[in-house]
């Protein structure tokens, strides 16, 4: 008998066909089973989503029969996508405003798609290996310390999602790990997915996970899920994880989308992470995606921090007389396991500093004593480059792009002006472009420039072997090279590098054993930015940087660690709260102003992007949608907004403009762009709006 059998396949985004498209085939295939279907002249990939329904046999009677086209083929020896897989894919696709073709597939690894039936049937001839054994000492673990016990029991007897609020150092990871191991211990078949902000910049989690499993659970135990694996590997890890070979799935953002048919137990580390929101296409946030996955296939959920997001820390509240607690619930660490203390943290007040002053001169000679000790530096600066503009003393001429409304930055190691929005990168002229003067001269200071000025500040200091100090830069231009970071992370560890300077990159989850002393440089700017986010991002940056300082409790110290930061603004309450290291009143604070003026997470918001030639064109676009959905957003108690250009107005000669939807309601917000979006199909259909190049919705973006 014949079968109707709805498939889903990747259309591209606004492209009308939004749901599954109906094929016809002779087995009721069951749902979840990966196939492939003719579409136009083409073959795609699909997932079959639904039951199949019988096909009745043509009757004559009947008003002419649909022409069904029939399925291609199946991808033979898969077990079908578990239900739950395709309910995930089926709420991001409908909280973020896109089809469910499109997650479902950019969810499956290319090579499903791309190889052919042959190739298939080669790949899954391919013998899998016997169990690699592996090759390492049995773990040596821990006891844990008191606090680890108790958030260890309460991870055990409550149902989550949990906040793990852990300082740096506290041992967060012993506890993911800990949990890890009572899950597998009750039910050896069950999976563990660990998701990271960025796999490269941790290694050492990695190590730490195979160090402690793969001695009794096999090599493969283990697998990772990130955008720099081969297309070949990317198939093979997932294949492990489908199968439920792989205990453990360790990922960026995208594994959590990974099929585990046996997923116990997700653990989301620096849960704060702006890299958990997927930036293009679905723009989905893979943490709170996680605390949903956890709640449909009943894994717990451990959401670890320092510096949680607000968000996070809000929904994580305890009751109060007025109020019931939030919906997570919230495990506390307050102490560094040993006796490493946190730095203490040291403010200079730039504005009683020379004019131009870079290093304190008090900053300066922290630094010398302690590379002479022996010790080691990070210093702190999120600007890369030589010098964020070039500037002509005699006419003003600055090194804009042309192609974008920025300044192009003055790289000097290969004497490169590059715009660091849309990649135009030329020499640097000789003269200025405009007057010819000669004397053009670079405004403002980034990472290069500081690495080689502190060459020359610390030039007569040795280490303690009389050698002359080394200094390093860490940032994305050092590291553009395939495994360079991890070759310059590596001499860090190694101790090779005295003083390493860096952008927010060398902050993240490293453990350099003998930093005990970090410098924030300048951190001003994100003070008074016009992002309401800034502070917070600014605050968990550079408490991050803090916990890099004093992780060996075995080294002893001459004098304690330190945390120096220079600021204009030595007395704003984010740095007082950084000084006691008080994540706590710092977040007490954002959050008494964000309800004031009613901002996440005490409203919902989404964000409206056009792209087009003109400025005027995208925003014309918005402001028609807007109109357009005026009624309805009365109705629902939704705010629109007028379309505004974006901070960067113009990238790559396309000019960007953006409209804000807000909303005291998640349930309103999600209402109104489901009912919204097909307005706004209809409207870019119009003629007047043929300009526009494009526009996507950010379901609660990060930033503004
Ligand atoms: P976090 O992830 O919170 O920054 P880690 O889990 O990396 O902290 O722990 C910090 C350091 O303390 C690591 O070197 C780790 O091996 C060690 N550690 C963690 N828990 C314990 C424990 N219970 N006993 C001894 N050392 C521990
Ligand atoms: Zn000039
Ligand atoms: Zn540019």
Known sequence: MSHQISVMVHTPAHSGIGGALTYESDTAHAPGTLVRVPLGSRELLGVVWDEATPLAKTDESSAAPMQLRAIASVLEGLTPLSAHWRQLVQFAAHYYQRSAGEVALAALPSQLRDLSTEQWARRLKRKPKTAAAFEGAAPTIPTPTDEQAQVLADIAANKGPFLLFGNTGSGKTEVYLRAAQAVLAHNPQAQILVMVPEINLTPQLE????????????????????????????????????????????????????????????????????????????????????????????????????????????????????????????????????????????????????????????????????????????????????????????????????????YRVFHKLDRTLRCHHCGFTQPVPRACPSCGNLDISPLGRGTEQLEEHLAELLADVRRPDGEPIRIARIDADSTRLKGELERQLAEVHAGAVDVLVGTQMIAKGHDFRRVTLVAALNPDGALFSSDFRAPERLFSLLMQAAGRAGRDASMSLVSPCEMWVQSFHPLHPLFEALKQHDYPAFAEQQLKEREQATL?????????????????????????????????????????????????????????????????????????????????????????????????????????
């Open 207 to 406: 190590e730490r996970f195979r160090a402690r499993f793969c001695p009794q659970w096999g090599a493969d135990c283990l697998v990772s899920m990130h955008s720099s694996l081969t297309p070949a590997q990317r198939l093979k890890n997932w294949l492990a994880a489908h199968s439920g070979e792989a205990r453990i799935v360790l990922g960026t953002r995208m594994a959590v989308f990974a099929s585990m048919p046996h997923l116990q137990l997700i653990v989301v580390d620096e849960e704060h992470d702006p890299s958990y929101k997927q930036q293009e296409g679905a723009r989905y946030s893979a943490r709170d995606l996680a605390v949903y996955r956890g709640q449909l296939e009943g894994a717990k959920v451990i959401l670890g921090s320092a510096t949680p997001s607000l968000e996070s820390w809000h929904h994580s509240r305890p009751a109060t007389d007025a109020e019931p607690a939030g919906r997570y619930m919230r495990l506390a660490m307050p102490s560094r396991v040993g006796q490493g203390a946190l730095p203490l943290v040291r403010r200079v007040d730039m504005n009683r500093q020379p004019y131009k002053t870079v290093f304190s001169n008090h900053l300066l000679d922290a630094m010398r004593e302690r590379v002479t000790r022996g010790e080691q530096i990070l210093v702190l600066l999120n600007r890369r480059g030589y010098a964020p503009v070039l500037n002509c003393n005699d006419c003003g001429w600055k090194s804009e792009c042309p192609h974008c409304s920025a």
């Open 600 to 704: 996440p997470p005490f409203s919902f918001q989404a964000l409206v992007r056009a792209e087009a030639r003109s400025q005027e064109a995208a925003q014309a676009f918005l402001n028609a949608a807007r109109d357009a959905g005026a009624a309805l957003a009365d109705e629902l108690l939704v705010d629109l907004y007028s379309a505004v250009p974006m901070t960067i107005q113009r990238v790559a000669n396309v000019e960007r403009a953006q409209m804000l939807v807000e909303s005291a309601s998640r349930v309103a917000l999600q209402r109104f762009l489901a009912a919204w979006q097909p307005v706004m199909d209809a409207t870019r259909q119009q003629a007047e709006f043929k300009p526009l190049m494009r526009w996507a919705i950010d379901v609660d973006p990060l930033a503004i």
